[in-house]
């Protein structure tokens, strides 16, 4: 198997109904072997693709995110893919400032006749998140761990109070 | 008061008859301090001051204001807050008068608080490229260039785009000479790691009160936002830094392509988080993709509005 040490990561789907979501179907249906980590959430169109969906899923614990539409030019509704492609780079910025390694994130055109480029496209991905190894999570906050109670390191600067805290634990 | 503002008044004076309402600064509770002023008549007019202590970006109170004959008081960034507004029909622009001045710089307080040491503040004098600071503890005085607000340090526009009246042109530099770090050259030289964590700790703080919501004059949806929405369900309740983080994120790209870093999200939160960073690395990246800058032209297409076939700076990418 190709994944590491038989252990999975989560990597989240978001394919469009016409093209990569049919080209994840024919791979299927041709049986190529496909690593196993990947959950795919269908959508009309990659245009549906809100970028807040990528990070919800990043904020949620997914290891790697991968957007998949049709190629530039063969969009169902003629422009979504257009649109999601200027969006999708924008998102690319928010996520490295956020401190959300870019890599994680993944956009591609696969249509639904190219069942060996899914299969190649979900091998190569899983890799690279394999690579990377999980995400981080803010498992460190008391407020999300529940350690309520940690020493807590508190700096005060001036009159109206603005503190900073930080977690010690 | 200064001869800026002498004239400031006369101008508004002349335009007062014809106006319901003017927008303005006047002093605060303190001399840290400043407040929006509502100038209706001559009165009033007497109580108005400006500065670089008076910051409030006052644009944020025409869309509420919309169908009115307003007059404002304007700095080079908020002409571009008011240009955005034009740009997205929020107001008119035959409905107002802009009074334009050219700024030297606006005052960051939590930066004069840091640079006396907490010390309690009890006045500030501004003149020039200086800035007096009395504490219980004794006289500071610090380069105003050191204790500006972040947006200070990358704002191209200190005269207002757009302006039906000036007071006082003014061509001279604001950051003479090296200028301090901003939040986002801090985070540009962090690994990723360190700025997941950077967010975690600065996040774990806020409490949620959506100021730097109230505060964007951008954020227009009013009762409608999707950070208290059930249906759909974008955030819960769950006090933690991940859902107060996914908030900003919400907030960031609900302005990409048309936050002008007028910095009001940042000067308004109370926890002294620093979340114009955010919106700034966004825009920079707006920059260099679609080579488009919110706030600068009423007339243009907003860059995620619109799409080019063959998009000259995004390259395809592999999946390796
Ligand atoms: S997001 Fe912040 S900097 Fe941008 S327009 Fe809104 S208040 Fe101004
Ligand atoms: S954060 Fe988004 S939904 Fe909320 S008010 Fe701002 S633009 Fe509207
Ligand atoms: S203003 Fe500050 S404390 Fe309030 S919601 Fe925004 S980031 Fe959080």
């Known amino acids: 198997m190709p994944v590491l040490e038989g252990k999975e990561l989560r990597i989240v789907g978001f394919l469009c109904n016409w093209c990569s979501y049919g080209g994840a179907d024919t791979a299927g249906v041709g049986r190529f072997a496909q690593p196993t980590d990947l959950r795919i959430i269908k959508l009309p169109c990659t245009g549906r693709v809100n970028p807040l969906f990528v990070v919800r899923a990043f904020l949620n614990g997914a290891d790697g995110v991968l957007v998949s539409g049709c190629h530039p030019g063969d969009c169902h509704y003629t422009a979504g893919n257009y649109y999601a492609r200027r969006r999708l780079e924008v998102l690319r910025e928010l996520l490295d400032v956020m401190g959300i390694n870019p890599e994680r994130f993944h956009y591609t055109w696969v249509s639904a006749s190219e069942g060996q480029k899914w299969k190649q496209v979900v091998s190569d991905f899983t890799a690279r998140i394999h690579a990377l190894g999980p995400a981080a999570t803010f498992t460190g906050c008391p407020a999300v761990t529940g350690q309520i109670g940690a020493a807590v390191e508190i700096g005060g600067i001036g009159e109206t109070g603005e503190t900073g805290m930080k977690a010690a634990g | ?320």
């Not at chain 2, 105003?144 to 207002?160: E, G, H, I, R």
Request: aromatic fraction near 4%; hydrophobic fraction near 35%; charged fraction near 25%.
């Open chain 2, 1 to 320: 008061m200064t001869q800026h503002t002498q004239e400031l008044r006369k101008l508004i004076a002349q335009e007062l008859p014809n106006l319901d309402v003017v927008l303005a600064w006047t002093h605060g509770h303190n001399s840290l301090t400043s407040t929006p002023l509502f100038i209706t008549t001559q009165e009033d007019l007497e109580k108005l001051d400006s500065g670089p202590m008076h910051v409030q970006n006052l644009a944020a109170y025409l869309p509420s204001l919309k169908g009115r004959k307003v007059g404002i008081v304007t700095r080079g960034c908020d002409s571009r807050t008011i240009i955005e507004l034009l740009q997205e029909k929020l107001i008119e622009r035959k409905n107002i008068t802009i009074f334009g001045i050219s700024c030297s710089g606006a005052v960051n307080i939590r930066a004069v608080r840091r640079a006396v040491n907490g010390e309690s503040v009890r006045s500030v004098q501004a003149d020039g490229d200086s800035i007096t600071v009395t504490t219980n503890h004794g006289t500071h005085t610090l380069r105003m260039q050191d204790v500006l607000m972040d947006k200070c340090y990358t704002c191209t526009n200190q005269t207002p785009i757009i302006h039906d009246h000036m007071v006082i042109a003014q061509t001279a530099d604001h950051v003479p000479g090296d200028a301090p770090q901003t939040t986002l050259d801090a985070l540009d030289s962090m690994e990723p790691g360190e700025r997941f964590a950077f967010w975690e700790e600065h996040m774990d703080r806020c409490i949620r009160c959506y100021a730097c919501r109230n505060a964007c004059p951008l954020c227009v949806c009013k009762d409608s936002c999707v950070a208290q929405s059930r249906d759909p369900h974008w955030l819960d309740q769950s006090d933690t830094p991940r859902e107060k983080l996914m908030f900003q994120a919400i907030h960031a790209l609900h302005s990409a392509g048309r936050c002008t870093e007028c910095g009001e999200c940042e000067r308004a939160c109370p926890m002294g988080i620093p979340v114009l960073a955010m919106k700034q690395a966004l825009n920079r990246r707006i920059k260099h993709l679609f080579d488009y800058q919110a706030g600068m032209d009423a007339q243009s297409t907003p860059p995620l509005f619109m799409f080019r076939q063959q998009e000259e700076n995004i390259k395809e990418r592999d999946a390796r």
